[in-house]
């Protein structure tokens, strides 16, 4: 497919060629978490590594879709929104998948252990706008997903709040500023590589998540960000 078509009005919709154009840089592919595309092996082998992985199509967003699975003792549980399924087998697990994808293309991502707020986790959107030639941080937030979910997509009921206070209520208040810093300058590294990889491109929106060790990760990145 071209490139330049995919790029055109500057959207760019698939996860998947986006996660693979940031892992081509080494410092931000460090922050990238492990990525495979959807089949029942790769499941097998992702759950087998990292024994939660989080599930999304490839194209699409709020939230819709996203699904983490998890093994444990002998079995399997998968979760969308705040449902819970398990299964005794992996073939159960994967038949209930794809009755959910409907034949999508699905991406998996290693399950990041997010820090939290009551319990509650939280992940951070950073808005990059291009404004007469210009790249331009317009908004760094925190979103704190809805009590018994794991996404924290506002439509779906996350709640919003500055990354200071985000970083603050999650870590501890000495790493809001280094914290912050270094989603900055993430954004702008990746960016670069974005727009010399995609032409065209004037805004971005950032997904990183801090897990509870503080490493920071590029969840997710959006050509339309809300």
Known sequence: MDMASIASGRQLASKWLKTNAL??????????PPSRLYSAANLRSMLLSHGTVVI???RG?????????SASGGGYRSTYMARTHSFGSFSGLVSHIDRKRRGRRYLIQKGIRLATI???????????????????IRSMVG?????????????????????AQGIRRSLSSGAVRRKKGEMRNLTRVATQLMETRFPGIGQLGYDYGIDRNGRIWILEVNTRPQ
């Open 56 to 58: 999304k199509p490839v």
């Open 61 to 69: 967003g709020g939230g819709m879709g996203v699904m983490k699975i």
């Open 23 to 32: 892992r081509s840089n080494p410092y931000i592919a460090r922050h990238i």
């Open 118 to 136: 009551a319990g509650r986790p939280i992940d951070y959107r950073v808005k990059f706008v291009k404004e007469n030639g210009v790249w331009t």
């Open 143 to 163: 979103r704190v997903a809805r009590r018994g979910l794991f996404v924290t997509n506002l439509c779906r009921g996350g709640m919003q709040l500055t990354a």
